[in-house]
Structure formats: C-alpha cells, structure tokens
C-alpha cells in the first residue's frame, strides 16, 4: 500500500472515530428532527407537497409563515422507506455524508493542488468542531457543504475554461443550494456576477443556462410559487422588510456560513501547506494547535450531546414511546413535553405515529381530548400548568407511568 494511501486511510477512519464513537449518547434528537421526519413521512402517509417543513420561530409582521424548501424532505423519504422511519440509521446516514464531503474534497483538490494540501485540507475538514457536531443530528443544511464543494471546482474549471454545461452546473447547484439556505442566494449571485465578468465569447448564453439550472434546481419551490400567488417571494421579501426595521429580529450566525466550511478548510490547507514548505515543524504544530481546539470544543462532547438536556436521549424518546404504545392510549389522545420550546412534543409524535402506529391528535387540539401523556421535570407542579397545552385541559386526574430518566416524570392526564 502507498504510503498516500495509507496516510488517508487513518484520517477518514480517525474522522470516523470523532463521529461515531459513543454515537447513541451523542446523537441529537430534538424538535427541529422531528418535524423534518414527520414532514417527509406525511408525503408518503397523507400527501404530497412542494412546500418543506415550516419553521417554528421565523414568520412575518403580516403572520405568514415561512417554509423551507422540499428537496431536503424529499431526500429523507427513501430513508425513511429504506430503515422504517427509525431515527437513528437516517442520522448515521448524515455521519457517513460528512465523511463523503471531506473525501471529495479531498480528491478534488488532490487532483488540482497536490496531496499535501489534500490531505491538509481533509483533516481541517474533519476536525472541525462544526462539521463533527453537524454529523450528528439530521437537519437540512447539512447538505449544503457537499453542494457548495461541486459548485467551487466547477467554477475553478469554468474560470480556467469557461464552457455551457458547467455554467448550467453551477446554477443548477445554486438553485439546490437556495431550496436548502435561503442565504445560500448570495453565494449564488456571486456566482452569476463571476460568470458575468469571466471573458467568454457567448457570455449571455451562459449566464442564460445559470439562470435554468437554479430554476430547474429550486424547481419544487418555482411550481408552488407560480400555483400560490408568489407565496415564498413575497414572505421572504416581507421578512428582509421586518429584520431591516426590526432589530434583532433575525441575527446572522455560523450556520448561515456552513456551505462555505469546505472552503475555510481549503484556505488553511494552503496556507500550511505553504509553512509545511518553509518548515514542517511549524507546520506541523500548527495542526496540532487546530486539533486540540476544535476537539475540546465546548459544541463538542464525547460523553454525551451537546443539544439535548443531560440524560435525555433518542432512547429516552424511544422509551417514552414504547410506554405509552404499551398503554393503548384511546383514540383521542395527545402529547407534550417540557423540556424546551417544543411543549408539542415533535420527536415523541414521530415515534408514536410511525413507529408504534399510534397518531397523537393535532398540535393544536389540545382540550377534547380522552387523555393527554406529558413528559415534565419532577417538580414540576401539574396542578397549577404554566403552559397552554396544559392550561386548557385543566382540570384534570394525574396518573404517573414508568418514566426512562429519574428526574423526569411521565404522567397520562385524563378527566
């Protein structure tokens, strides 16, 4: 075996290891998993839909809220066919993506700029404590580094060669990249004004063929859009108007960069690998410095996850499920959760419904109901609720079931 070779072997599987060692304690299983699974498992249970899951904490001055994209659903779909809506394959699935992504990044800047700063750039990939902490939970932007990583070689090629079918490339993966990150419409416009100014004989073509790919990319959106009045445009518009003259409404944070991770990962590859030429010790160092910090990050923990309170787990939901399926809830039953500001309860209606074949009753049907099942901290007081989904089925009688975490109670509520 090649030396190379040999070298990239135990980065991936070093990579592998950050990623899945202690996996079932580290997984993330929250609110935003459980509307994205039970958005996609509804296009295959109830009905199809071009729009994608509605974000809970975003919607406009004029109350219209606003949806993602469709693509990222549909790409869960045959996941969910493939391992039987289980939560805990589909999120290995996004482990293992990661780990694609660095790979070709790897062989792409392997073929353009060399081994060394290949396999500087795999490990400044892999090593981030982002793209670690992102391989664990499902969520839809985590597609967008892989879909940036095309798009930058593509328009390295086109820039040394400009050419139709890559022009059309680059849009069609900007179209995707906008139905996954409406922010993702910047990186697009830079791409459309570098086409524009790249020096090329049929220019307006070209720039024509961007235009469809990200039509043809962003598809599920344009048909809806042209079906429903403009319905995305204009509460995308109404929302930049609010967060202009609204401080604070929206903040931009890191997430709104990730497509770009692979770059920041290119970027320091060639500014090592440059020191790696002058000394290697420095070299060297510096990525020792790089790994030690973004290991002990505080986004990171080996022991147990990071976006879930301690001790809860997809197995606490899991179990949660498994106890209130063996309590054969009547036919009029809900769920709630207190633990953060999901109080609907998304993970546990996942599970429920397309695990154990018991649908909760609507995320708004809370007061005619046969029972309703809460998971809450012990000291909780159920007799004086401070929050609507239990407020308007007060009064109610307490029966307390087995519960998966000893600070935490499970209670079935009936009249």
Known sequence: MKRATLILILVLLAGAFV?????????????????SLITS??????????????????????????????????????????????PYPITIFFALLNLITGLILYLLTKKRLGFKTAIFALIFFLFNCRMI????????????????????????????????????????????????LYPYLFIGFIYFLLIFLTRSKNKITRLSLFLLGAIIGNLPMVIFDLKHQFYHLNTLFQYVQDALSLPGKSQITYYHFLPLYPLYALFLAIVVRLIYKKSKPIALLAIIIYLFINLNSPVNNFHHSTGMLPGITLKTFETLSETIATDSPPAKFNVAVLLDFDTRAHPLRYLLTYRYQFEPAGVTEYQNLDALYVFLPKDYDLNKPQVWELQVYHPYQIKNLPSPHPDYQLCKLTK
């Open 19 to 35: 990623r899945f060692y202690n996996f079932p304690a580290r997984l993330i299983f929250g609110p935003e998993q459980g509307i």
């Open 41 to 86: 498992a509804e296009y295959i249970s109830k009905k199809f839909s071009l729009l994608g899951q509605l974000d809970l904490i975003r919607d406009t001055s004029k109350h219209h809220i606003i949806f993602s994209g469709s693509l990222f659903n549909y790409s869960l779909v045959p996941l969910q066919l493939i391992f039987n809506y289980a």
């Open 133 to 180: 902490q992102h391989s664990l939970f499902i969520w839809i932007y985590n597609y967008t580094p892989l879909v940036f990583l095309f798009s930058l070689f593509l328009f390295w090629d086109y820039a040394k060669k400009p050419n139709s079918k890559n022009a059309f490339l680059i849009g069609l993966l900007s179209g995707i990249g906008f139905n996954l």
